[in-house]
């Protein structure tokens, strides 16, 4: 059922704006500013749209590169290897003490072997130091070796110790060297820090724990 008096105002209105120019250009002028301020936001709309698209369309393009790229298990494959063949290179003897111990009978063999006359040798390992080897979870081991100089035997066994990387076993790398000359009534000596990296033992969890039943004193 339709009111009188709002079925009135609509009449009124209308026969306003047939008989009153100046209302009609009013309304039409207020239409007129809505329907530009409707365009401007479209546009900024449009605008916004355009620009959201075009960032997936980069974030694709990207994808479809990485995708197309398909050497890349290849390369996965090669740095477990090239890893596989670094850990060849350390000390494996499951305790510092034994690592120390083998790395400093490496050393006083290979230079016997090599005609190389030790004075001293003094071997140490460092287990909590804040270098690359402590920040990789590795023993450095460091040996301070004075030896004779004898070029004909000495650079012959540097040369060898270079190559032991190839031979995929524990290595020494030789981190300096000093030669010291002759003086009255001595020979010529070498001064060598040598340097080795073994790996830590990793100890065994404990069967019995405060949680264990089996521990003695334990809570039933």
Do not use: C
């Amino acid at each position: 059922m339709t009111n009188p008096s709002l079925h009135n105002a609509i009449i009124s209105v209308r026969n306003e704006l047939r008989t009153n120019t100046r209302l009609r250009v009013g309304v039409y002028f207020l239409f007129g500013i809505f329907w530009l301020y409707g365009i401007l936001l479209l546009k900024e709309f449009v605008v916004a749209e355009r620009g959201s698209w075009e960032v997936m369309e980069a974030k694709i393009a990207r994808a479809r590169a990485t995708a197309a790229a398909a050497d890349w298990p290849l390369r996965a494959q090669e740095t477990k290897l090239a890893a596989a063949d670094l850990e060849t290179l350390l000390w494996r003897e499951g305790s510092v003490g034994l690592s120390q111990a083998s790395f400093e009978e490496r050393i006083s063999q290979s230079l016997s072997q090599a005609g190389v006359s030790v004075r001293s040798i003094r071997t140490t390992a460092v287990t909590d130091g804040g270098g690359t080897a402590g920040q990789l979870g590795l023993i450095e081991l460091r040996a301070r070796v004075q030896t004779d100089f004898r070029a004909a035997t000495l650079y012959p066994w540097l040369g060898a110790t270079a190559r032991q990387k190839f031979d995929k076993s524990p290595t020494i790398f030789v981190d300096s060297l000093s030669i010291r000359g002759a003086s009255v009534g001595q020979p010529a000596t070498a001064d060598m820090e040598l340097v080795g990296y073994a790996i830590k033992a990793v100890s065994a969890p404990s069967d019995l724990s405060p949680l264990n039943p089996a521990q003695p004193g334990a809570p039933k």
